[in-house]
Nanobody, 115 residues
Framework: QVQLVESGGGLVQAGGSLRLSCAAS????????MGWYRQAPGKQRELVAL???????NYGDSVKGRFTISRDNAKNTVYLQMTSLTPEDTAVYYC?????????WGQGTQVTVSS
């Protein structure tokens, strides 16, 4: 079993920054891609950013140039640095990880951006 624990969410004013962390533990041998998705009320879950085990990144169009994903393979942790936040970034942010043949999800962390 794999556990993903997110942290770093909260309330921030528009224009501010937040850094999310997600630590993977458990049976994580063979961990590969890790990423962040988000889901706002009434909307579908959408990709925020992905990073491969070798550090190749991919971003959703709405966050390009503002968010940066990174990972520490030694700590099995993925980070999401979010800058220039807007109220449209308000959502529950979910971490995920591909481990061998399965994809695991964290419980989510709320990010709220006030105008």
């Amino acid at each position: 079993q794999v556990q993903l624990v997110e942290s770093g969410g909260g309330l921030v004013q528009a224009g501010g920054s937040l850094r999310l962390s997600c630590a993977a533990s458990g049976s994580i041998f063979g961990i590969n891609d890790m990423g962040w998705y988000r889901q706002a009320p009434g909307k579908q879950r959408e990709l925020v950013a992905l990073i491969t085990i070798r550090g190749i990144t991919n971003y959703g169009d709405s966050v390009k140039g503002r968010f940066t994903i990174s990972r520490d393979n030694a700590k099995n942790t993925v980070y999401l640095q979010m800058t220039s936040l807007t109220p449209e970034d308000t959502a529950v942010y979910y971490c995920n990880a591909a481990v061998r043949l399965y994809v695991y999800w964290g419980q989510g962390t709320q990010v709220t951006v006030s105008s």
